[in-house]
């Protein structure tokens, strides 16, 4: 069960032919793929993209009434390896997934099946994962379109042309027996847009259709002598072909008049936006992209169509190439176009740009600026006011702000089983000092900032174990390993539990069971406890773990018993027991318990029946504001206040209503010996007589013992 | 410059006023500015508008700072689709809406909020950050320089706790940020196309409704009349009677009325109760006769000139070392009936439900033996062996149901046992601390009055218990070291207060080491 139901959302998908679509730019694409006749649809979750699978899982229905099969793939490995289906067959087939990091692991799939070729269409979707609200390393994938030679399309932000492009980019993929990817960021597949739909389209030839007819051919599989014979179709025949199709199909645009113009902007159909908005800044551009400079925009960003170039440049004396990220592979290959044709235009770009980070509107505003300045002037005329922020931004009082306001990093939700974990990591390293963690991806990855400042390398999802294989040296303090579930059942299990049996490596390997792939959305993996109708869930890691040849392992059920955590961690540190020490840690992910258990929880409650609710709180009186199970904690729930009492300085700890009552605190507060102000309390809703009965006998006599000290008492009341 | 000597005569393409109007919403992840991305969407499509929304979800969900940005036009009546942008740009965004203070601070330093077109909406509610809740003591940001730089920035701003307003109707943020962005009048939609579209939503519509129309009320019409009234104010201010009933306490009113001056009779009424409170009677007639000679040496010193402050900070500081905590003040803290009272309303408990807490207690031997009787404690910690066999036993977490008979009665004796706490190990270590303490202040007053006041201030590194208090104890210990090889610079009081202020802030002890450093360059 996703984090997220689209299952609202979904019933958009069965729109037909005329009818208006309105929604998020991720459920547009999945509604494109329906349109364009797909057999079989596959991926992995992660930003933004994650989106795109919960979609799918939640269309289940409608996909297998379409004939379409749907596959939650076990990595982008898996997925990229899925579209061979489409080597041999007439099969439209489709992946999604995050990049550059899934085309990294995807990259020995997507190369062989670039080299042997396709029949039917096959598209990979990347969500590329590039500038503000990243989560990666900040690289491009456009470089793995090049050297695997597979076409790059790069939608101009709007539904209409990304829905075009996808249907377009089947035709292309079968017109050039090229696998293509369809690349789209961030904000556009989180954007809220419109288009004209058509009918959704079963295939043609289904899969059925593949297995009782197989079909093989030598020249298609990647072995030499054949492998040889593929580069030379590549350059040969599948490049012309796409070049042909592009161009007859017109994926790329020209917009405004070139006549007397001087300069021309390249662009990135993904940029298109921006660079409309700064133009429309500098008083070149209306609102509906009427522009007064010459725009080439480049929907296909590889490969180059150099005829295209070419009819734009002509007439030109310079242009500027809008291209996010380095290297600027799209300027190099406009220079070699124009340098080989010998075209008198020179070619601009990073020169006016800058190298690496987000294009925004402003950026590409004071980049066009300084272009037009330099080659142009006369086109910026009786320059309009820009927005310009710094004169406000130099204020003493803004100025002055930037100490105050604090940074606000992502971390890990109010009661997230983690929290215990990493606490209890905490308190042993109190006690047997600090040891080299390399963490994994995934929530547990918070870990790094405050209050925990725990784990020193991230190597990618999966690998934290991996990471750690170098320390496996005897005498030396063992370094721990973390990884989650999600990354476990991704590759870990082989590259860092297998790896570690086989080398006896003497480290600690931390399992974080959370229940699904919280980070990506609470998707479900193997190990999910859930019923799921679809897959097979509730396969233990242990038994994965030792399956593998683990003999050393150690189960944790509830990670909030801090104490238990941290013994076991102990132990895992200090025992004489060979071979990698395997500690899996399991609690459900809090977010997602509280979406299955609060609406059970109203319900009974409405229903009458007798119901206990749980809420954690810290006597003010007895907190003396040192915050230091804040330190072990940072629960946002877990916060503080500022009393009404003169005789105190500091603010105390304070538990707000959001708290869910996953015990950290009180745990925390007796495994680290902190201080008593902790208290859980229990309401009883629609309690029994029995209840009632027991409260009142049990509240009488202890409001007589109450009531006797306060008559003791010496009371300054007037 | 090439900008000065091109002026020719050309207008721009469109007219300058067809741009979108541009919303960006700050939050944190989760606190329901998607709800509110969206309802703005939706009204403006309802209303014939073209609308776009983005927004950069990912990891900043998981309770990080994030942005939504909405741009929206009127439909052109040529059908052609206008070119809208992803994010927003610094210095041309016309509404920006921030669900909690400090990111309403970073929408400014984001440069959004520029004074020639940016209406401000922001909830001055604060919801800490991790940094903020960390410190020891206290590092909550200043609320005061985000509303200076709103004063500089924004065109137009609508400011007041939309959490609380929401809450209190019922519903959640996004509904009084909805309200408030209607009264704002920076969306030419009329007020029942908002209704339309929270009805359309279906969920919690009524309390969406009442909180949307406080919210919108508060927007148009400020603050009601009786919030207006400082409420800090009241709280701070404390009358001191002239008279009490209790004979036992009128006693004591009357000494300090007597001996204290003016200035420092609130504050030290307040730390008589405090240690009556904690002990008796005649405990506070402790505290009486301390304050009265920490004020003849004030006096000495020419407190009078200085407003009795060293008087003023003793009174407070001397109640919080007298009142220090142990297992019998945290028992008689759980047990009080007002106690109860407290969580009962935190929780809202209504109707027929019933309540039990639970507490989580680890006192150690350490804690025990402290409040034995001061000659039987030294005895068994002279005997490291049964002492180690007493702590295997008792040392262990404690969880005890308050509100169980058999748990209260246990929590009642210990409090109970106050009686005893004179004799206590732990009481003859406080008083020879305490003493201490008091006699470095005035032996500083007498030569600097200034650095006997920060002496005094060094009291609230003290606080905690078990580890806690230890490391407290070790800062305080570190600082009067400190500052007794201040004494006689003219800028010791000063430095007393850098080392304080680095002591309270730091957990680690790494400030602090760091600023003693400094401090020992030129003793």
């Keep these: ?718 | 410059m090439k900008s000065d000597t091109v002026k020719l005569n050309l207008e721009a393409v469109g007219p300058a006023t067809e741009r979108p109007i541009s919303v960006a919403i700050v939050a944190m992840g989760g606190q329901g500015g998607g709800v509110l991305t969206n309802w703005i969407v939706d009204l403006a499509e309802t209303q014939g508008w073209v609308a776009q929304s983005t927004s950069v979800p990912g990891v900043a969900q998981r309770t990080g700072a994030t942005i939504y940005y909405v741009e929206m036009m009127p439909h052109d009546p040529e059908g052609r689709a206008p070119i809208l942008a992803q994010m927003p740009t610094p210095g041309d965004v016309d509404v920006v809406i921030a669900s909690e203070f400090m990111e309403a601070g970073r929408s400014i330093l984001r440069g959004i909020v520029t004074p020639d077109r940016t209406t401000l909406i922001a909830s001055d509610h604060r919801a800490l950050a991790v940094t903020e809740k960390m410190a020891p003591g206290e590092g909550i940001a200043d609320s005061g320089a985000v509303f200076d730089a709103i004063g500089v920035t924004a065109q137009q701003e609508f400011i007041f706790d939309m959490n609380d307003l929401a809450t209190r109707n019922g519903s959640v943020i996004s509904s009084a940020m909805f309200g408030a962005l209607a009264a704002s009048g920076t969306l030419p939609f009329p007020r029942d196309a908002f209704y339309e579209v929270i009805r359309k939503g279906g969920k919690g519509v009524e309390a969406s409704i009442r909180t949307f129309d406080a919210a919108f009320d508060r927007a148009v019409n400020g603050p009601a009349a009786e919030t207006l009234a400082p409420a800090t104010e009241d709280a701070e201010t404390v009358t001191v009677p002239t008279q009490v009933r209790s004979r036992k306490a009128n006693r004591l009113l009357q000494q300090l009325l007597k001996e204290q001056p003016a200035e420092v009779q609130e504050i030290a009424f307040l730390g008589l109760k405090k240690v009556v409170d904690f002990q008796d009677a005649a405990y506070g007639r402790e505290y009486l006769d301390l304050l009265r000679d920490l004020q003849a040496r004030d006096a000495a010193a020419g407190g009078t000139a200085r407003g009795w402050l060293f008087t003023r900070e003793a009174a407070k500081y001397l109640a919080n070392a007298m009142a220090y905590d142990d297992i019998m003040r945290v028992a008689d803290a759980k047990t009080r009936q007002a106690r109860r009272q407290r969580i009962e309303q935190d929780l809202g408990l209504k109707g027929d439900q019933t309540l039990q807490t639970t507490e989580f207690m680890h006192p150690r031997m350490e804690e025990l033996t402290s409040i034995l009787p001061a000659r039987l404690a030294a005895a068994i910690i002279a005997r490291p062996r049964l002492y180690a066999w007493l702590d295997r036993r008792f040392n262990k977490g404690r969880r005890v149901k308050t509100y169980s008979l058999s748990g209260f009665v246990v929590l009642y004796a210990l409090a109970g046992y106050r009686r005893m706490r004179r004799l206590s190990l732990r009481h003859r270590d406080e008083i020879a601390h305490r003493g201490a303490w008091l006699d470095q202040a005035t032996e500083a007053l007498d030569r600097d009055y200034d650095l006997g006041v920060e002496v005094l201030r060094f009291r609230r590194l003290i606080k905690g218990y078990s580890d806690t208090h230890d490391r407290g104890k070790s800062k305080f210990d570190k600082v009067m070291a400190t500052a007794r090889r201040l004494t006689g610079r003219e800028d010791a009081a000063q430095w007393a207060r850098i080392l304080l202020t680095s002591a309270v802030k730091d957990s680690s002890h790494q400030s602090l080491d760091e600023t003693i450093q400094t401090v020992e360059t030129f003793v």
């Design chain 1, 1 to 718: 069960m996703a984090e997220r139901s689209f299952a609202k959302e979904v019933e958009d998908l069965k729109l037909g032919d005329g009818d208006i679509f309105r929604g998020e730019g991720i459920l547009a694409i999945t509604k494109a793929l329906l349109q364009s006749g797909i057999s079989y649809v596959g991926g992995y979750q992660g930003s933004p993209i994650s989106h795109l699978m919960d979609v799918l899982a939640d269309a289940n229905d409608l996909l297998e009434d379409l004939g379409v099969n749907y596959q939650a793939s076990a990595s982008e490995a898996t997925a990229g390896a899925m579209l061979s289906a489409s080597v041999m067959y007439p099969l439209r087939g489709a992946v999604a997934w995050k990049s550059t990091v899934g085309t990294n692991v995807a990259s020995d799939a997507l190369a062989n099946l670039a080299s042997g070729g396709v029949t039917g269409g096959a598209m990979v979707i990347v969500g590329e994962d590039y500038g503000e609200g990243s989560s990666i390393m900040q690289e491009r994938t456009h470089a793995f379109a090049m050297k695997s030679q597979m076409w790059l399309l790069d939608p101009r932000p709007e539904q209409e042309c990304m829905v075009n492009l996808i249907e377009k980019g089947f035709e292309l993929s079968e017109a050039s027996n090229t696998p293509v990817l369809l690349q789209v960021r961030v904000r556009s597949c989180h954007m809220h847009g419109s288009f004209v739909c058509k009918d959704n389209k079963r295939p043609e030839f289904t899969l059925k259709d593949a297995l009782n007819t197989p079909r093989r051919d030598l020249s298609r599989i990647v072995l030499p002598p054949a492998a040889y014979v593929q580069e030379q179709e590549k350059i040969k025949q599948r490049f012309p072909a796409a070049i042909d199709f592009i161009k007859t199909h017109r994926l790329n645009e020209f917009f405004g008049d070139k006549a007397g113009s001087k300069t021309g902007i390249i662009v990135q159909g993904g940029l298109y936006n921006s660079t409309i908005r700064a133009l429309q800044f500098l008083g070149l551009s209306d609102a509906y992209g009427n522009t007064q400079v010459p725009l080439y925009v480049m929907n296909v960003a590889y490969p180059t169509i150099d005829s295209e170039v070419a009819e734009f440049c002509d007439g030109l004396d310079h242009v500027l190439v809008v291209e996010e990220g380095q290297p600027e592979f799209i300027e190099q290959s406009i220079s070699t176009v124009t340098a080989r044709r010998k075209t008198p235009v020179t070619v601009h770009g990073k020169d006016y740009l800058p190298m690496g980070g987000d294009y925004t509107a402003a950026v590409l505003m004071g980049g066009i600026e300084r272009f037009l300045e330099d080659h142009d002037p006369v086109q910026l005329g009786n320059r309009p006011p820009l927005p310009d922020p710094v004169p406000i931004l130099t204020q003493p009082a803004v100025e002055k702000l930037k100490d105050v306001v604090p940074s606000r990093p992502p971390g890990l939700c109010t009661g997230c089983p983690e929290r215990p974990i990493f606490a209890a990591m905490k308190l042993v390293h109190e006690e047997l000092g600090e040891h080299h963690v390399s963490a994994d991806i995934g929530c547990h990855l918070f870990s790094i900032l405050p209050p925990f400042d725990l784990g020193t390398t991230t190597m990618g999802y999966g690998l934290g174990a991996a990471s750690a294989s170098a320390f496996n040296v005897k005498g030396a303090k063992r370094s721990i390993a973390i990884m989650g579930d999600g990354g476990f059942w991704h590759n870990g299990l082989t590259s860092g539990i297998g790896n570690a049996v086989f080398n006896k490596h003497d480290g600690v390997f931390l399992i974080i069971d959370n229940y699904y792939s919280s980070a990506t959305g609470g998707q479900d993996i193997l190990s999910s406890r859930a019923f799921n109708k679809r897959r097979k869930t509730n396969n233990s890691i242990v038994t994965a773990v030792k399956g593998i040849g683990v003999t050393w392992v150690r189960q944790i059920d509830r990670t909030y018993d801090v104490n238990q955590m941290r013994d076991v961690l102990r132990e895992a540190l200090t025992t004489d027991a060979e071979g990698p020490k395997v500690i899996v840690a399991s609690s459900e992910c809090m977010l997602n318990k509280q979406r299955r258990v609060k609406p059970q929880i109203r319900k009974a409650i409405q229903s009458g029946a007798r119901t206990v609710t749980q809420r954690f709180g810290v006597d003010e009186d007895v907190c003396t504001g040192d915050h230091a199970c804040i330190r072990l904690s940072g629960c946002p729930s877990l916060s503080v206040k500022e009393l009404d009492d003169p005789l105190r300085d500091d603010p105390v700890a304070a538990i707000d209503n959001t708290c869910v009552a996953c015990g950290n605190c009180g745990e925390v507060a007796d495994a680290a010996v902190l201080c008593p102000s902790f208290y859980r309390a229990d309401v009883v809703n629609n309690p029994t007589g029995w209840d009632r009965f027991r409260s009142r006998v049990t509240m009488g006599a202890i409001g007589f013992l109450q009531k006797r000290r306060e008559r003791a008492a010496v009371s300054f009341d007037a």
